[in-house]
């Protein structure tokens, strides 16, 4: 059964990086069958997309936040990262990793998601 | 502002059919598949329909997805109340290089 797990700091001071680690079990993220995506939640609103990573590198990032992300991975931990510089408040969420079928350039649905974890931008 | 239009709320009472619109435009919805996601309090998000009209392993059959030229629809027949939860669509877009985008999200209330 496949399992992700976000880690990464629950506080962090604005204008600073955020960073968070999503952490792959029970499969491999080099396997070349999925992509691995960021979406976040701030709280009591909708679902978005931040970007997503193939086993190769390739990326495609949301355009509207493009300028401040960044997403690796790390096949030998079988883990993808993602960094969002400059933050502010509005990009206080909670941040979900996600794996979806690379059907297509699209790809398929998010078919596992990790719990998410909260993170606060505030000094 | 989300790219993709749902309805804030919908409500019915138990057995009832109730069904939650999204619509979009010619680069998402009318050129790609939609997705739906079901949301329980304080969870993450579960993949309920895809391809449009397609149930993953375990989703009831009481769920059903469909889509006409650039909008969607998903309908749950037989409503539960552990049906109550948010719903969001979802759909690839082929405009800046390509990206996916969300509907806001419909709150669904069973009476």
């Known amino acids: 059964q496949v399992q992700l797990q976000e880690s990464g700091p629950g506080l962090v001071k604005p204008s600073q990086t955020l960073s968070l680690t999503c952490t792959v079990s029970g499969g491999s993220i080099s396997s070349g069958s999925y992509y691995w995506s960021w979406i976040r939640q701030p709280a009591g609103k909708g679902l978005e997309w931040i970007g997503r990573?193939?086993?190769?590198?390739?990326?495609n990032y949301n355009p509207s936040l493009k300028s401040r992300v960044t997403i690796s991975v790390d096949t030998s931990k079988n883990q993808f990262s993602l960094k969002l510089s400059s933050v502010t408040a509005a990009d206080t969420a909670v941040y979900y990793c996600?794996?979806?079928?690379?059907?297509?350039?699209?790809?398929?649905?998010?078919?596992?998601w990790g719990q998410g974890t909260l993170v606060t931008v505030s000094s | 502002q989300s790219v993709l239009t749902q309805p804030p709320s919908a409500s019915g009472t138990p057995g009832q059919r109730v069904t939650i619109s999204c619509s979009g435009s010619s680069s998402n919805i009318g050129s790609n598949y939609v997705y739906w996601y079901q949301q329980l309090p304080g969870t993450a998000p579960k993949l309920l329909i895809y391809?449009?009209?397609q149930r993953p392993s375990g989703v009831p059959d009481r769920f059903s997805g469909s889509k006409s030229g650039t909008s969607a629809s998903l309908a749950i027949s037989g409503l539960r109340s552990e049906d109550e939860a948010d719903y969001y669509c979802?759909?690839?877009?082929?405009?800046?290089?390509?990206?996916?985008?969300f509907g806001g999200g419909t709150k669904l209330t069973v009476l």
């Open positions: 391809r449009n009209n």
């Open positions: 979802a759909a690839w877009d082929d405009s800046l290089s390509g990206h996916w985008v």
């Open positions: 990573i193939y086993t190769s590198g390739s990326t």
């Open positions: 996600a794996r979806s079928p690379r059907w297509s350039v699209a790809g398929g649905g998010w078919d596992y």
